[in-house]
């Protein structure tokens, strides 16, 4: 490694204070906006020190606390089609993986070409459709549709977690007797769980972060946090301290995962493709 | 009975078709619905059924009653420039993270945080700053002589765009430079040392031999980034719900405002068609450009 002169670091250090002033100086302020007091909001110049004020929480997540179903209606949303695109998921990886096949290549280009389809296409005849099929504003709805963004994700990035686990253990419990299905529970599952529970997390927080569903699918009874949110600018013009204080409930769970993920953050946003 | 040889031949299949069927059923049913429907006037606040055929009206109708074209410029203008600075300013920072001095490993793991909002809490963080009476940003500005307009920089038809695609450059830049860097991590410094001992400056090294090698990631990179982009929606109903007047409509936004808004179903599923056809364009015209050259 080149050893750098002492200008050439200080230059570098100072680049990157502001990179780290420009990125994260926002979520700060935002963050600071949920503990003050609603008629300080706007205060400038800008106060960095100041009494913290709870009234914003108590107000959206406990009395009245027209937030907390949102909050609830998330975990579901996020857990059931989480939950609903493993096996799926799981299957095609495993075959992906394992198998040599015809038109390998085009169905995994036809999994992520799902992915970067516009949302919104699909979306507007959902909206129709689950009126017809009695599933308006259900939380099926949601976690159905969110299928098309969850499974192809969680194919791509599964199959590059088993692609690391080596053919010659497969190859060594099929010796010993057991099955194909039985070399899979045993020794596939097993060694794969890492990246089982790595993708869980990313589908996770890709349906948390998910509006356009919920926006389109959702009723007031099922809506979620993000789309509650949004719902303070229609209502009573915009006060901040409510829509701060459910944003910080909102971006806590992404955060704390991406936190836990580490050195997996690189995979599983490029799906797999690059491995960080 | 199938014997044990078969089994093996259609397991791959086998193991795919759950997942390749429900997808099918789940994307094919918006398609044909869509294609059925963009011949046929319906309005859902008329009737909850089609009202009557009206041939390629719904077609025609995309040019005159939404602002389709200038939807279509904005949301390839957010797309180019917004993968272009995401792009590069990522790959600035890369390098910078690539110097390895001490603290890069810790800003990395920290810098990832806007890429981990939701893009609509992205829009209130901005909006809050942005606001014209009292936000953060427009007061820095004016304080270094760069007054904001007076309905604000999202309120103004000529930065509104311009400031969508700034906020999407804050929440994505940090997903470019963590991911380049992982991928300069993978780049053989044994090929660096070569070409520093055969004398290569550092630009040079870095168009000819980085540059190039980062060539893969870098063009899956831009592909599915360019795509977020192009589908933006959230960013853009949080912060100018597409104004003002149309200054910031995207397509996405478009849609939603002719098929949720208006509830325009005939005239949504015919620009649902035009949508699906100009990104199948843009898709394919890119991967012919990017993987052509790999043939050899």
């Known amino acids: 490694m080149r050893r750098r002169s002492r200008r050439d670091q200080v230059t570098i250090y100072a680049l990157m204070t502001l990179v780290m002033i420009f990125f994260l100086g926002p979520i700060f302020w935002f963050i600071l906006l949920a503990f003050r007091h609603p008629s300080e909001a706007y205060t400038l110049p800008p106060q960095l020190f100041f009494e913290p004020y709870l009234g914003n929480f108590i107000d959206t997540f406990i009395d009245p606390g027209n937030n907390a179903p949102q909050l609830l209606s998330s975990v579901i949303v996020s857990t059931g089609a989480t939950l609903l695109s493993l096996p799926f998921a799981l299957a095609a990886a495993y075959s992906l993986s394992r198998f040599a096949m015809r038109g390998k290549e085009f169905i995994m280009n036809w999994y992520i070409s799902l992915l970067i389809a516009p949302p919104i296409v699909f979306v507007i005849p959902y909206f129709i459709l689950m009126s017809r099929i009695g599933w308006a504003g259900a939380y099926q709805g949601m976690i159905v549709t969110l299928q098309t963004l969850a499974i192809p994700f969680s194919v791509w990035l599964l199959k590059s977690f088993m692609d690391e686990v080596p053919v010659d253990l497969e190859e060594a419990a099929w010796v010993d007797g057991a099955n194909r299905i039985a070399a899979f529970f045993r020794i596939i599952i097993p060694l794969a769980l890492p990246g089982l529970i790595v993708t869980s997390m990313f589908t996770f927080v890709f349906s948390w972060n998910n509006v356009i569903f919920p926006l389109a699918l959702s009723k007031q009874s099922t809506t979620t946090l993000p789309v509650g949110t949004i719902s303070f600018f229609a209502s009573t013009g915009v006060y901040w301290g409510h829509i701060a204080a459910t944003a910080v409930v909102a971006m806590l769970p992404p955060m704390i995962i991406f936190l836990l993920l580490g050195r997996y953050v690189v995979r599983g946003l490029t799906f797999g493709a690059v491995k960080g | ?293 790999r043939e050899w």
């Open chain 2, 1 to 293: 009975m199938p014997n044990r040889y078969t089994i093996q031949r259609r397991l791959p299949y086998l193991l795919i078709a759950p997942s390749v069927l429900f997808l099918l059923a789940l994307i094919l049913y918006p398609l044909a619905f869509a294609l059925r429907n963009s011949f046929w006037f319906w309005n859902l606040q008329m009737g909850p059924a089609p009202l009557y055929y009206s041939g390629l009206d719904n077609y025609r109708m995309v040019f005159q009653v939404t602002p389709f074209a200038v939807a279509l410029k904005n949301t390839l203008l957010l797309g180019f420039l917004g993968t272009f600075a995401q792009f590069w300013l990522g790959m600035g920072i890369a390098l910078l993270l690539h110097t390895h001095l001490r603290g890069m490993g810790l800003m990395r793991a920290a810098l990832i945080m806007p890429t981990t909002l939701a893009p609509v809490v992205a829009g209130f963080l901005f909006r809050y700053l942005l606001e014209p009476k009292g936000g953060l940003l427009p007061w820095m500005l004016a304080g270094i002589g760069f007054p904001a307009p007076p309905q604000g920089f999202l309120g103004n038809a000529n930065t509104a765009l311009f400031t969508i695609g700034l906020v999407d450059t804050w929440q994505w830049t940090p997903f470019f430079a963590i991911v380049l860097y992982a991928g300069l991590l993978s780049i053989n410094e044994e090929i660096k040392e070569a070409a520093q001992v055969d004398g290569a400056a550092p630009w040079r090294m870095f168009w000819s031999i980085t540059l190039p090698l980062l060539r893969p990631i870098a063009a899956f990179l831009v592909m599915i980034r360019f795509m977020q982009l192009f589908n933006s929606f959230d960013l853009v109903f949080v912060l100018t719900s597409g104004g003002p007047g149309t200054a910031s409509r995207t397509l996405s936004f478009n849609l939603y405002r002719e098929g949720l808004v208006n509830y325009n179903i005939g005239l949504t599923a015919a620009m649902t068609w035009l949508v699906v056809i100009i990104v199948s364009v843009i898709i394919n015209l890119y991967l012919f450009f990017i993987y052509r050259k």
